[in-house]
């Protein structure tokens, strides 16, 4: 089910934005084929059971020593009757396994090789380690977030590995796939963190040229700094979310908080902002957060609580769209975007590394006796530990 069905993805197995990219593509329709690492334990980095790595999702899995050229071999066969392959080794590794883009491309001309790193595959940092935080601060955008006169703000990482990553990687791989329909030839993506959480940027960078934003965090208007665009604690001690730019959601915004207009004389002025988020806080703290939430949700102020992880699936907005789903006892956010004419399906949960290692064999044209043999010499692997 999906747009991407018929299509087939090999993941080379690692963390963070090439999974995220191989989840949307799966979550699309493709058939994502993630090749992990034939020793046994954990392959995420981390310690998260398998049936919580929602990233790995509606995958098959096989499970290959890629460091013996012989495991190299079984790679390329499979990247025969593939579409794309995404890789998240640093600049040279896969060139060192013999799996690098010459080798995948002199095998199957379409294919597109899609590369997610964090700097690049070239440049004076490409080969220097680093984690989502370190890309976004490069690119600018950790610079951007937090409170006026305070530490930049890590938002998670969904900037770097997800945003600016993963996904950049899935759209670079989709458009790439279009071109090889069309032309026949495969070709190389350069995903980088770097890259894309730069792009990510772009309208900022847009509006700092122009000086409608300037480099101090949380002075701003969609930094927080604005008194019409940001979040006010409730008399529970939960959060709201406001975002009054335009007049008419303003206005309705000061006369839903029963407050005098004439009292916020100059609503852009910067330098009474402190003082007119002081005047509005003190209003959001006369009700609490569902309260607050019955007065103006649905409204035009722009308005919304600030919900948990554990209260966002139980919105009836979002239980309305089921824009969460159970996949074997795990809520997890359910595909996206949606589809018309070729809509996507429930999620299928994790599998164990290695579940689907002798049919992905057979389905290359391995017969039983050479998957014995490959097995036996530990060249593949069926099912590990999750």
């Known amino acids: 089910m ?20 191989g989840m949307l593509l799966a979550d699309m329709g493709a058939d994502v084929i993630r090749v992990d690492r034939t020793s046994t334990g954990h392959d995420l980095g981390i310690a998260v059971p398998r049936q919580y790595s929602v ?9 290959i020593n890629l460091k013996d050229p012989r495991g190299a071999g079984v790679l390329l066969r499979l990247v025969e009757g593939a579409d794309a392959l995404i890789e998240g080794f640093r600049p040279g590794v896969a060139e060192r396994l013999g799996v690098g883009p010459e080798e995948c491309l002199a095998r199957n001309e379409r294919l597109v090789f899609g590369r997610m790193t964090g700097w690049g595959q070239d440049g004076p940092l490409a080969h220097a380690a680093g984690h989502d935080i370190n890309y976004i601060a490069l690119s600018g955008a950790l610079h951007a977030i937090g409170p006026p006169g305070g530490a930049p703000t890590v938002p998670l990482n ?3 590995d997800f945003g600016g990553g993963g996904a950049y990687l899935a759209i670079g791989v989709l458009a790439a796939m279009l071109s090889a329909r069309a ?11 770097t ?18 934003v300037n480099d101090e965090r949380g002075s701003n208007i969609i930094d927080g700094g604005a008194f019409f665009y940001g979040t006010y604690e409730t008399a529970d001690g939960g959060w709201v979310s406001i975002g009054s730019i335009e007049r008419r959601f303003y206005d ?17 002025d910067r330098t009474r902002w402190p003082e007119y988020r002081e005047r509005v806080s003190h209003v959001f703290m006369t009700k609490t957060r569902d309260e607050w939430t019955a007065l103006m949700q649905g409204t035009d102020i722009c308005f ?81 530990r999750a």
Not at 355 to 367: F, K, P, V
């Open 2 to 21: 999906g747009p991407l069905e018929g299509c087939t993805i090999i993941e080379l197995g690692g963390i963070g934005p090439a999974p995220f990219a």
């Open 55 to 63: 990233l790995l999702r509606s995958r098959r899995t096989i499970r």
């Open 158 to 160: 969904l900037v770097g």
């Open 183 to 193: 032309t026949g030839r495969g070709q190389v993506i350069d995903a980088a963190m």
């Open 195 to 212: 890259d894309g959480s730069a792009s990510l940027m772009s309208a900022i960078y847009g509006m700092h040229g122009s000086g409608l």
């Open 252 to 268: 309705e915004l000061i006369t839903t908080l029963e407050l005098d207009p004439s009292d916020f004389p100059d609503r852009d």
């Open 304 to 384: 919304a609580p600030v919900l948990s992880l554990a209260e966002a699936p139980h919105h009836p907005h979002n239980q309305a769209r089921s824009t969460f789903v159970d996949v074997d006892g795990v809520i997890q956010p359910a595909p996206a975007p949606r589809f018309s004419a070729t809509p996507t399906s429930i999620p299928g949960a994790p599998t164990a590394s290695g579940t689907h290692t002798d049919e992905i064999m057979r389905s290359s044209g391995y017969d039983d006796g050479e998957i014995a043999e490959l097995q036996q010499a530990g060249i593949i692997g069926g099912a590990g």
